[in-house]
């Protein structure tokens, strides 16, 4: 079985400052790992993933993600926020060999000027 | 390509009316996903469908939905009847499915609906 928790459904930053944003992951297979992004009306990006190989993945607009096996863990950073970051991000696990994703719940950044 | 593209964008209809969502998925895609997203319950899978063949309808909520894939170019999510409880944002998503896994979805901007 799988399943994913994001920790803080809201999350503020100052424009500049870092964004970090939480994902802890449940798996009993090696998992693959996304984050989304969903702005306003829309729906959702793939913003990077990690499968397999380099576990320090980078993705679009500056953001990347560090998968940590051993803390379960799939954290989305970026070192200086944009007003333009302030979305919903949704991480999401997978595996190999499966058609499912388990998306969590959310978290809505907000870009303080 | 043009993405998915999902109709309407908005529907507003009343409890017991009869409600129809479309969806064109990217070319080529042999996988396609009807999600609900509420406050509440966050992203649900409602149906995958793989070449045009629904695989797992077990988020259908009850025998009120029910989806078709006639073709590789379009699906339907039909509501019959509707009620105030399925107000909802409604996404389809496609995407290949490479070695029996889809590593990357690609969303449509969703239908907004609402069930007065």
């Known amino acids: 079985a799988q399943s994913v928790t994001q920790l803080g459904s809201h999350v503020s930053v100052s424009e500049g400052a870092l964004v970090l944003l939480r994902c802890n992951y449940s798996s009993s297979v090696p998992p693959y790992l996304f984050w989304y992004v969903q702005y306003p009306n829309q729906g959702l990006q793939l913003l990077l993933k990690?499968?397999?190989?380099?576990?320090l993945v980078k993705g679009i607009n500056g953001f990347e993600a560090e998968f940590k096996k051993s803390e379960t863990s799939f954290h989305l950073t970026k070192p200086s926020a944009h007003m333009s970051d302030a979305a919903e991000y949704f991480c999401a696990v997978s595996a190999s060999g499966t058609y499912k994703y388990i998306f969590g719940t959310g978290t809505r950044l907000k870009v303080l000027a | 390509d043009a993405g998915v593209i999902q109709s309407p964008r908005h529907e507003v209809t009343e409890m017991g009316q009869e409600v129809t969502l479309r969806c064109k998925p990217i070319?080529?895609?042999?996988?396609l996903f009807w999600y609900r997203q509420t406050m509440m319950r966050g992203l649900e899978l409602l149906i995958y469908?793989?070449?045009?063949?629904?695989?797992?309808d077990s988020g259908m909520p009850e025998d009120r939905f029910s989806a078709k894939m006639p073709n590789a170019s379009f699906s339907t999510l039909k509501i019959q009847p509707s009620e105030p409880r399925d107000s909802a944002v409604y996404f389809c998503?496609?995407?290949?499915?490479?070695?029996?896994?889809?590593?990357?979805?690609?969303f449509g901007s969703g239908t907004q609906l609402s069930v007065l």
């Open positions: 998503a496609s995407s290949s499915l490479v070695g029996g896994t889809n590593e990357k979805l690609f």
């Open positions: 070319s080529g895609h042999n996988s």
């Open positions: 990690y499968t397999t190989g380099a576990t």
């Open positions: 469908f793989n070449n045009n063949v629904p695989i797992d």
